[in-house]
């Protein structure tokens, strides 16, 4: 019963180096997000998919690529860090209709 | 545009009182789903209720309760009987129908007093 899976749980990058953060969900979920939380802040929509091959931007898309290649993965792809870029990193899926449930989300830590 | 909006940054309730947690939103989609979410201090996300547009009636989950006024253009959460661990940060979130975007407000912070 895994819901939604995030990898890593914590991650330091330096300053201009990529990653990639990992979301898998196995609840045949249509619609997957990525959201950013800064320390004491709401959630901020980075990027969201409605379906394999599918994605659109969010609030703040910018310095991040996201592909859905299939229904279960929905990766994000962070070029170029910046310290801008620390943050709690939250992936979420759901159905059309009711609640999304979320991961347990990626600290990342950009120095 | 679709728009969600908290206005209390901070709320403070006894314990075994009721709490209303405010919520207004826009969208000029008819169709579409109104969430509340509790974040407690560990960080997690966890989904709490779920009210759609074209919903009749409250929606109801045990001890929360969502007050859906459609005109107003407001979903405030109703939590009775405030618990010590209700304890949490509190958030409203949307959905439209077409798109299937899902932002999320700025946040409540509740704080249960014994």
């Known amino acids: 019963n895994a819901g939604v899976t995030q990898t890593p749980k914590f991650r330091i990058l330096k300053i201009g180096q990529s990653m990639t953060l990992q979301c898998a969900q196995d609840?045949?979920?249509?619609?997957m997000y990525w959201y950013r939380q800064d320390p004491g802040m709401g959630l901020k929509l980075i990027y969201y998919?409605?379906?394999?091959?599918?994605?659109d931007k969010g609030e703040v898309p910018n310095g991040y690529n996201v592909s859905r290649s299939t229904t279960e993965d929905f990766p994000l792809r962070l070029e170029l860090a910046a310290p801008s870029q620390t943050s709690v990193y939250f992936c979420a899926s759901s159905y059309p209709s009711g609640g999304a449930f979320f991961g347990q989300g990626t600290r990342l830590t950009v120095v | 545009a679709q728009k969600i909006t908290q206005t209390q940054p901070g709320m403070f309730v006894q314990e075994k009182e009721a709490v209303t947690l405010d919520c207004t939103y826009d969208t000029s989609d008819p169709s579409y789903g109104l969430f509340w979410y509790k974040q407690p201090s560990s960080g997690e996300m966890i989904f709490l209720i779920y009210?759609?547009?074209?919903?009749?009636q409250n929606a109801t989950e045990g001890r929360y309760s969502l007050n859906f006024q459609k005109a107003r253009k407001s979903a405030n959460l109703v939590i009775s009987a405030s618990q010590l661990g209700d304890s949490a940060m509190y958030f409203c979130?949307?959905?439209?129908?077409?798109?299937?975007?899902?932002?999320f407000g700025q946040g409540t912070e509740l704080s249960v007093k014994p």
């Open positions: 609840m045949n979920h249509n619609y």
């Open positions: 998919s409605v379906g394999a091959g599918i994605t």
């Open positions: 009210q759609g547009s074209y919903d009749q």
């Open positions: 979130a949307m959905r439209e129908g077409r798109g299937g975007k899902l932002i």
